[in-house]
């Protein structure tokens, strides 16, 4: 695909593939997908990392022409996926620990390439606690020796396989098991966490790009370009998680374009450190309209409005919206490929 | 040939004439030498096909090979002490899913206190972790042990630690002969994974095993091991023929057919028990040595028969449970229920094992007077100033 497509249509993406023309329309809407994670796998319904992995793996089995071996963390993916003896996976894979997934691929992509298959690319992939936390080191490793691997997070900001207990990627407020909405300052702390794509960026790495479920060809697009780069590159995708997250299962794709449209999280690509296109907010939303549908926020909403918290994180959301030019995006990058001309 | 080498040189040389596909490794004393070694030798293109990874901790020198040995590499690395600990989760898991890494341990005591000498408390602490351990008295059985690890490894597809004990061997120059690269090739043949990560044909590899299967895995994981000793022994003969020279693969036993005591260790103490013996065999004390080169799987056949009729079997170790004893001597006294089993605590965090203390607790056990549990060479000086410290 040489021109990145995308829709600008607020409130609904429901134009989908078919005013595009064939070579451009998502992977999925391909009868000869890879279907690399098939259906049968046990995700609750509504799952925003199912999606996400859908997506991310048959873009990657694309952009190699199925030349692709896949290495996971422990997490709900491995999880769900794998209940011996079935597996959902149809490309070969391999889970070893929670904290060792960007290592492992580390090794498989060494041993590729001692075997001269350089034909064959490497992807892992984990949740934000196997990648922003317990598996942090071994994925700066991976960045900084430059070993050519896909490192793709699946964030849906906690840990939901073990119970829905805060990680590194919880927000500020969010209640979570181990931050619950109780005492005078209910929910997550504010002031703690951190950004992995911006600290991925620190090691100028070819390519880090963080996308959403809520745009699906902005996801494989971004898979597809950094299929493109060798050496490590990473992809931060945001999954709402229904269950750990308190939200209607059938709102999982509004819930993560509400993310990005109130500024919450910034869509962008970043190459050798420094940041060369984002995803303009083409509506902006209040914080508030996000936080609402998501029961993880309800301490801010019920018995009473905390104005206060929720200015907080509207505060965060204005930062991020200024930081990366969110609203005047075409005035730094120019307009969206596929827009105009 | 025979060539004036240190020891970690010895393994590192011959590492590379087993011709492993990818390295990685995280530097810790006294292991250092060894890796040093094979990094040069990969950068200056003398061992070819060989990737060597520089990683940031020893969980990722695992995991990485981990990695490489599941897309079909022959794996290599090397640790010590803490470096163990530190990739001990990943130990369980190469050996869960089979995996044939092979890696050397230069054995180091484990902190806190601090302390960077040899004892066998970092190897020992692995024992229950599902891989294959041998153990090496002198260079030459460290470098000959490699060889055999890859083969055996590979065979059974299991992961292997080769330990050799810190300073003592990994830095001593001795007489080693280093396995040459057309006897090497021929006893170890290129590495054929028993599955592979390959898109021609997707295999799911490290899935989520319930109630109703993890038993039999580990069930099947023991009856490996066990299938191990008949192999190593037949191994072992294979390499004799290979490159003329023998190799004691489960246990290695001296003057023990006439012994009325036996003392039994691991590592490169063995040397100094030897000669004690010898210089107790010449006043007429009947006792002999065995040595234990396979510590898991555990040779409890090789041993009954070394030790023969002795009827007291001293454990000489250099780690131990506390609050409880002697590790190897637990595992010999369900081998020899019906033996007098003393346990001798020695060599701690890098102290000698000097003949005459060895020599003093031998003449104990002979008149009788040797406790179950001891600690040799125990500086009665310094336990009075530790209970003298105000609280």
């Known amino acids: ?341 | 040939m025979l060539s004036q080498i240190e020891g970690s040189r010895a393994v590192a040389e011959t590492v590379a004439r087993c011709r492993p596909q990818v390295i990685c490794a995280y530097p810790i004393s006294p292991q250092t030498h060894i890796v040093e070694a094979l990094s040069a030798l990969v950068k200056s293109g003398r061992l070819a096909g060989c990737e060597f990874v520089n990683v940031e901790s020893e969980f990722a020198a695992m995991s990485v090979a981990i990695g490489a040995s599941a897309a079909g590499a022959r794996a290599y690395t090397a640790t010590a002490s803490q470096g163990l600990l530190y990739m001990a989760e990943a130990l369980y898991n190469a050996s869960g899913l089979g995996l044939p890494i092979v890696m050397t341990v230069a054995n180091r005591a484990i902190g806190a206190p601090i302390n960077i000498w040899n004892d066998h408390s970092d190897a020992m602490s692995q024992r229950d972790s599902g891989w294959i351990q041998l153990y090496a008295e002198d260079n030459q059985a460290a470098a000959d042990l490699h060889v055999l690890a890859f083969r055996l490894a590979e065979e059974l597809s299991t992961p292997v630690m080769v330990c050799m004990d810190g300073f003592v061997l990994t830095h001593a120059v001795e007489a080693v002969d280093v396995p040459g690269q057309a006897a090497a090739d021929r006893f170890l043949p290129p590495f054929q994974p028993r599955q592979v990560l390959d898109p021609d044909a997707p295999v799911t590899i490290g899935a989520m095993v319930g109630p109703e299967a993890f038993t039999e895995v580990r069930y099947l994981a023991h009856v490996n091991q066990l299938a191990a000793l008949a192999r190593m022994s037949e191994l072992a003969r294979e390499f004799t023929a290979t490159f003329d020279r023998p190799l004691a693969p489960l246990v290695s036993p001296y003057r023990c057919a006439d012994a009325e005591t036996v003392v039994v260790a691991l590592g490169s103490v063995l040397g100094t028990l030897k000669d004690t013996v010898d210089d107790l065999r010449a006043a007429g004390v009947p006792v002999g040595v065995l040595g234990l080169t396979a510590f898991r799987p555990f040779p409890v056949e090789a041993i009954r028969a070394a030790i023969g009729p002795a009827r007291r079997v001293v454990v000489l170790e250099r780690a131990f449970a506390a609050g409880v004893g002697g590790i190897v001597a637990a595992d010999l006294a369900g081998a020899l229920p019906d033996r007098e089993m003393h346990t001798v605590v020695a060599g701690l965090g890098g102290r000698p094992v000097t003949r005459d203390s060895l020599r003093e607790a031998l003449a104990a056990a002979f008149s009788g007077k040797l406790a179950p549990l001891t600690f040799l060479d125990l500086d009665e000086r310094l336990l009075r100033a530790a209970e003298e410290v105000p609280s």
């Open chain 1, 1 to 341: 695909m040489s021109e990145r497509v995308r829709f600008f249509q607020t409130g609904s993406f429901a134009v989908g593939n078919r005013l595009l023309p064939l070579d451009a329309r998502t992977v999925q809407s391909d009868p000869s997908r890879s279907n690399s994670l098939t259906s049968g796998h046990r995700a609750c319904r509504g799952c925003g990392e199912a999606l996400g992995a859908r997506y991310v793996l048959d873009a990657a089995m694309r952009a190699t022409g199925g030349r692709l071996v896949t290495v996971n963390a422990t997490g709900c993916l491995e999880v769900f996926s794998t209940p011996y003896p079935e597996t959902s996976w149809r490309v070969p894979w391999l889970h070893s620990l929670f904290g060792n997934a960007p290592a492992v691929a580390s090794g498989v992509a060494t041993a590729l390439k001692a075997r001269g298959r350089t034909d064959i690319r490497v992807l892992g992939q984990g949740g934000d606690g196997g990648t922003v936390d317990i598996g942090f080191g071994c994925l700066s490793g991976m960045f900084e020796r430059g070993d050519d691997v896909l490192f793709v997070c699946y964030d849906n900001q906690g840990y939901m396989n073990t119970g829905v207990q805060r990680s590194g990627a919880t927000p500020p407020a969010a209640r979570t098991s181990t931050t619950q909405a109780v005492g005078p300052e209910p929910g997550n702390v504010f002031g703690q966490g951190k950004s992995a794509p911006l600290i991925a960026m620190a090691h100028e790495i070819p390519y880090v790009a963080t996308a959403t479920i809520a745009d699906l060809h902005d996801l494989e697009s971004k898979v597809e370009r950094a299929m493109g780069f060798h050496g490590a590159r990473y992809l931060h995708v945001l999954v709402p998680c229904p269950l750990g997250w308190g939200g209607d299962a059938a709102q999982t794709v509004r819930i993560a374009r509400l993310a990005v449209e109130s500024g919450l999280f910034p869509v962008f690509e970043a190459e050798r450190g420094e940041v060369t296109a984002v995803s303009p907010i083409r509506h902006r939303v209040p914080v508030e309209e996000y936080l609402r549908p998501q029961a993880r926020f309800r301490h801010l909403f019920e018995p009473e409005r905390r104005a206060d918290v929720i200015d907080r994180l509207q505060a965060g959301a204005d930062r991020n919206i200024e930081r990366f030019g969110l609203l005047r995006a075409e005035e730094r990058f120019g307009p969206p490929l596929g827009e105009g001309s």
